[in-house]
């Protein structure tokens, strides 16, 4: 359908939390392009807000109030000015909090969860609705059901132009929900149960974004590699298997995925690890603890030794593979040794990279009714010190890199004039000088430097002469040998 301009309406969405947030904003506002309402930058000037909300941690659930608090005033001034401003509050907080987040902010229209997105434009066209009535009469549109239907056989696509707009990257959710239950964790309370999109369904979105431009797209799921998706003869299919078929697209030069659970890291995924240049070498696979008591009270099911296992089976399919990791101190009941074995298994995998957090309790999870909760200072010590290693291990895998080779997808414009940037197979942002021409290609380049959290590169000759590198050299090129990584 197409908008005249007096019907354009300007949307602002506001992402917390996780890569899948990210991904369900756009496919927000791709719900709603169709009824007229274009993303804009700016809030002060938007008709309707969605706050796409994270409950993983107290600090982030907490964010959305005093966010909140902040458009009153806007909504305010709006109104003051004849005019109006419609406010939803979306995500994992809607999820958990619809209730209560209707009850503490009246200021709100709309509060719904993660899988009633494809129901949003009736939302908002019943709110709008329902302006005309006395602010105490109107009552928000609540929607936190786990509804029968998939919202993704109702979500539309995004334009191509929009497509082309977003970059060079994309995220593309290909399972949704948790059925692992770790004993700290609210995701299967916000996400629901595990769900995988069929097969059809993610080679056609893969391809639609493609032809907009995307080289390189990151798979998404709470338990990204515990994916089962149909083919069309309506046998699963492992993630393993998806890749495979996803390496067959033209023009997608990079795959990643995340986040992966231990247990699910099966033979058909390290196998496309070991055949498939397409796939990057940089896993994110969270432990959480190195302490088999402390991973039984998680109820991660699985136990150091397991983990341990699965990361040889990975180097030995790959190399130079580089990993990452999350990590909670401060579990209930975490004694000093078991926080010592924590960091002996960081230092025993050796990251590239590492998230760690203080446990944060909360309601509704089985961790919250243990005994042994741990004091803050406790939490803030063990948090610092693990920090320090994990740091330090990035900083040895940074310099690992100088004097190698490494293939680069060039995305954008330096923060320096004269300078473009991208990033490595192994997820390092990496600048070096040269021309806004070269943004969308891949390039081999002398990585000559470090700087915080960043490589400084240099085009080799081949770059100069500038060939685009993406199917061939990863591997060829690349030896980063694991002893560095450590
Ligand atoms: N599905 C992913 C992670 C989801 S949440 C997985 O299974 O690994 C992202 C990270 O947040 C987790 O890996 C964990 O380290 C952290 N996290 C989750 N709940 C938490 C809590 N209650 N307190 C502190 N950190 C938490
Ligand atoms: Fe949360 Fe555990 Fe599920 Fe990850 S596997 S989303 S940490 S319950
Ligand atoms: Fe947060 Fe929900 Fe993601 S709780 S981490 S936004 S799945």
């Given at each position: 359908?197409?908008?005249?301009p007096q019907n354009t309406k300007k949307l602002f969405i506001k992402t917390y939390g996780c890569q899948m947030n990210v991904y369900d904003s756009d496919?927000?506002?791709?719900?709603?392009?169709?009824?007229?309402?274009?993303?804009?930058?700016?809030?002060?000037?938007?008709?309707?807000?969605?706050?796409?909300?994270?409950?993983?941690?107290?600090?982030?659930?907490?964010?959305?109030?005093?966010?909140?608090?902040?458009?009153?005033?806007?909504?305010?001034?709006?109104?003051?000015?004849?005019?109006?401003?419609?406010?939803?509050?979306?995500?994992?907080?809607?999820?958990?909090?619809?209730?209560?987040?209707?009850?503490?902010?009246?200021?709100?229209?709309?509060?719904?969860?993660?899988?009633?997105?494809?129901?949003?434009?009736?939302?908002?066209?019943?709110?709008?609705?329902?302006?005309?009535?006395?602010?105490?009469?109107?009552?928000?549109?609540?929607?936190?059901?786990?509804?029968?239907?998939?919202?993704?056989?109702?979500?539309?696509?995004?334009?191509?132009?929009?497509?082309?707009?977003?970059?060079?990257?994309?995220?593309?959710?290909?399972?949704?929900?948790?059925?692992?239950?770790?004993?700290?964790?609210?995701?299967?309370?916000?996400?629901?149960?595990?769900?995988?999109?069929?097969?059809?369904?993610?080679?056609?979105?893969?391809?639609?974004?493609?032809?907009?431009?995307?080289?390189?797209?990151?798979?998404?799921?709470?338990?990204?590699?515990?994916?089962?998706?149909?083919?069309?003869?309506?046998?699963?299919?492992?993630?393993?298997?998806?890749?495979?078929?996803?390496?067959?697209?033209?023009?997608?030069?990079?795959?990643?995925?995340?986040?992966?659970?231990?247990?699910?890291?099966?033979?058909?995924?390290?196998?496309?690890?070991?055949?498939?240049?397409?796939?990057?070498?940089?896993?994110?696979?969270?432990?959480?603890?190195?302490?088999?008591?402390?991973?039984?009270?998680?109820?991660?099911?699985?136990?150091?030794?397991?983990?341990?296992?699965?990361?040889?089976?990975?180097?030995?399919?790959?190399?130079?593979?580089?990993?990452?990791?999350?990590?909670?101190?401060?579990?209930?009941?975490?004694?000093?040794?078991?926080?010592?074995?924590?960091?002996?298994?960081?230092?025993?995998?050796?990251?590239?990279?590492?998230?760690?957090?203080?446990?944060?309790?909360?309601?509704?999870?089985?961790?919250?009714?243990?005994?042994?909760?741990?004091?803050?200072?406790?939490?803030?010590?063990?948090?610092?010190?693990?920090?320090?290693?994990?740091?330090?291990?990035?900083?040895?895998?940074?310099?690992?890199?100088?004097?190698?080779?490494?293939?680069?997808?060039?995305?954008?414009?330096?923060?320096?004039?004269?300078?473009?940037?991208?990033?490595?197979?192994?997820?390092?942002?990496?600048?070096?000088?040269?021309?806004?021409?070269?943004?969308?290609?891949?390039?081999?380049?002398?990585?000559?430097?470090?700087?915080?959290?960043?490589?400084v590169g240099k085009l080799t000759q081949a770059g100069l002469n500038n060939s685009d590198i993406s199917h061939d050299t990863t591997r060829k090129s690349?030896?980063?040998d694991e002893s560095r990584v450590a």
């Open positions: 359908m197409t908008q005249t496919r927000m506002a791709d719900a709603l392009a169709p009824h007229g309402y274009q993303p804009v930058s700016d809030i002060a000037t938007a008709d309707l807000v969605l706050l796409n909300t994270c409950h993983i941690r107290e600090k982030a659930s907490e964010k959305v109030f005093s966010e909140l608090g902040r458009l009153k005033e806007l909504q305010a001034e709006r109104r003051a000015g004849g005019q109006d401003l419609l406010i939803g509050v979306a995500g994992c907080v809607a999820q958990a909090e619809g209730e209560e987040i209707a009850r503490r902010a009246p200021v709100v229209d709309m509060v719904f969860g993660p899988q009633a997105y494809h129901r949003l434009p009736d939302m908002v066209a019943k709110a709008a609705g329902s302006r005309h009535l006395h602010p105490a009469l109107r009552t928000p549109v609540i929607d936190t059901d786990f509804p029968e239907e998939d919202k993704f056989d109702y979500l539309p696509a995004p334009q191509k132009e929009v497509v082309i707009k977003r970059g060079l990257t994309a995220f593309l959710t290909v399972q949704e929900g948790c059925d692992k239950f770790c004993s700290f964790c609210v995701v299967p309370y916000t996400r629901g149960a595990e769900v995988s999109r069929p097969v059809q369904q993610v080679l056609a979105e893969a391809r639609g974004l493609v032809a907009g431009g995307v080289r390189e797209i990151t798979l998404l799921g709470q338990n990204v590699n515990a994916y089962h998706g149909l083919d069309e003869a309506g046998n699963p299919v492992g993630l393993g298997q998806l890749a495979y078929l996803l390496a067959e697209i033209e023009g997608l030069a990079r795959l990643r995925y995340t986040t992966s659970h231990p247990r699910d890291m099966d033979d058909g995924l390290i196998a496309a690890h070991r055949d498939l240049d397409i796939l990057m070498p940089y896993l994110h696979l969270p432990v959480q603890s190195g302490s088999d008591t402390i991973l039984k009270a998680m109820n991660r099911r699985h136990t150091r030794d397991d983990y341990m296992r699965v990361i040889d089976k990975i180097r030995s399919a790959r190399s130079d593979m580089a990993l990452s990791g999350d990590f909670i101190v401060g579990f209930p009941g975490e004694t000093d040794k078991d926080f010592e074995d924590t960091l002996r298994i960081i230092a025993d995998v050796g990251y590239a990279s590492a998230y760690s957090f203080k446990y944060s309790t909360r309601p509704g999870t089985p961790g919250a009714n243990l005994d042994g909760q741990i004091e803050e200072a406790v939490k803030n010590e063990r948090l610092y010190r693990l920090q320090a290693l994990v740091d330090a291990q990035t900083t040895a895998f940074h310099t690992s890199c100088v004097g190698k080779t490494l293939p680069v997808l060039i995305e954008r414009e330096g923060r320096m004039a004269g300078q473009v940037g991208g990033r490595s197979p192994y997820l390092q942002a990496v600048h070096f000088e040269g021309s806004t021409d070269l943004i969308g290609q891949i390039l081999p380049l002398e990585i000559i430097g470090t700087s915080t959290n960043s490589l690349v030896s980063v």
